[in-house]
Structures are given as C-alpha cells and as structure tokens.
C-alpha cells in the first residue's frame, strides 16, 4: 500500500485543519491506520489511531477532545481533523499503516506500522 497525505498549511491559533490521506490497493480496510506528528528537534509521536472498521479509536492526551480521526474504507481514505490548534500542534503529521490487531499499547507504537506516508506540514501562528 502507498499512503498520501495532503490538507496541511498555516492557520492562526484556534483555528481547524483537515488532513486526509489517501491510500492505493484494495486491501486498506485491512489495516488499522495512524497518525503521528514530528515537530522541529523532537521525536516522531503518536497522534490517534482507527480500528479497521473505524468502531475505535485512540488519542495522545494532547489531543484528545480537539482532534478527531475517521476513515472511510469505500474511498481508502484516513482523515484527521484538527480542531482549537495550537502552536504546540505545529510538526510534520504523517499517516501510517499496520496490521497488527486492535491494541490501544500497540497502536501507538510507531515500530508496529509497516508503511508510512510522506507527511504534509501543519504550522499554528500564535
């Protein structure tokens, strides 16, 4: 599967963002789908992650509340949207793909997912 995402820009604080990524092959459904975000001079973190079917989901608590994932499997497409940014959200957010089974714990492992998108840049002013 290749995997891209696209929906990043600069937007002022408290303002919204969706992201969408797009996947190739018939297989997506197959695949729980994440989220991660790297800022300048950090490490790559989890963000949120879906179930298969899109009946689960799981947050980083820095996002919880203002951030929500989605997918529908009819069109091979992931979505986050971004809600309340702030400055802090401000990183390079890439989606990711694995086959590893529903876990919240393995699911925001980022050496669980296989295939990984290019990132698109997401920028919050203050």
């Known amino acids: 599967v290749q995997l891209q995402a696209c929906g990043g820009g600069l937007v002022q604080a408290g303002g919204s963002l969706r992201l969408s990524c797009a996947a190739s092959?018939?297989?997506?459904?197959?695949?729980?789908m994440g989220w991660f975000r790297q800022a300048p001079g950090k490490e790559r973190e989890f963000v949120a992650a879906?179930?298969?079917?899109?009946?689960?989901?799981n947050y980083a608590d820095s996002v919880k509340g203002r951030f929500t994932i989605s997918r529908d499997n009819a069109k091979n497409a992931v979505y986050l949207q971004m809600n309340s940014l702030k400055p802090e959200d401000t990183a390079v957010y890439y989606c990711?793909?694995?086959?590893?089974?529903?876990?919240?714990?393995?699911?925001?492992?980022?050496?669980?997912?296989?295939?990984w998108g290019q990132g698109t840049q997401v920028t919050v002013s203050s």
């Open positions: 990711a793909t694995t086959f590893s089974d529903w876990d919240t714990a393995v699911v925001r492992s980022q050496v669980r997912y296989s295939r």
């Open positions: 092959g018939r297989t997506f459904s197959n695949y729980v």
């Open positions: 879906i179930s298969r079917s899109g009946s689960s989901t």
